[in-house]
């Protein structure tokens, strides 16, 4: 049974950092395309950012410069990095493992991102 359990998510002042997480199990890790996606309430879930099994990475063009994704395929877990936070990042944040940036077969529960003006 493939499982992802976020964390890190909070409340957070515009211009701050928070460092989200997700631990995957159940899965071979290592071969596996993992990303992390953002929702509003009345929109649709969009990428944030990717990394592939070979460490290649895809940023959406809003968080480019601000947002950082890795990944440590020995603990199983996949980081994204957020600097210099602004109330548009306001989410819930999803990670997501599938074969591309773009094609998710398993999902987390979510963490929530709130960032204050």
């Known amino acids: 049974q493939v499982q992802l359990v976020e964390s890190g998510g909070g409340l957070v002042q515009a211009g701050g950092s928070l460092r989200l997480s997700c631990a995957a199990s159940?899965?071979?890790?290592?071969?596996?395309?993992m990303n992390w996606y953002r929702q509003t309430p009345g929109k649709q879930r969009e990428l944030v950012a990717g990394i592939t099994r070979y460490g290649s990475t895809n940023y959406a063009d809003s968080v480019k410069g601000r947002f950082t994704i890795s990944r440590d395929n020995a603990k199983n877990t996949v980081y994204l990095q957020m600097n210099s936070l602004k109330p548009e990042d306001t989410a819930v944040y999803y990670c997501?493992?599938?074969?591309?940036?773009?094609?998710?077969?398993?999902w987390g529960q979510g963490t929530q991102v709130t960032v204050s003006s």
């Open positions: 997501g493992i599938g074969t591309s940036y773009y094609t998710v077969q398993y």
């Open positions: 159940g899965i071979i890790f290592s071969i596996n395309t």
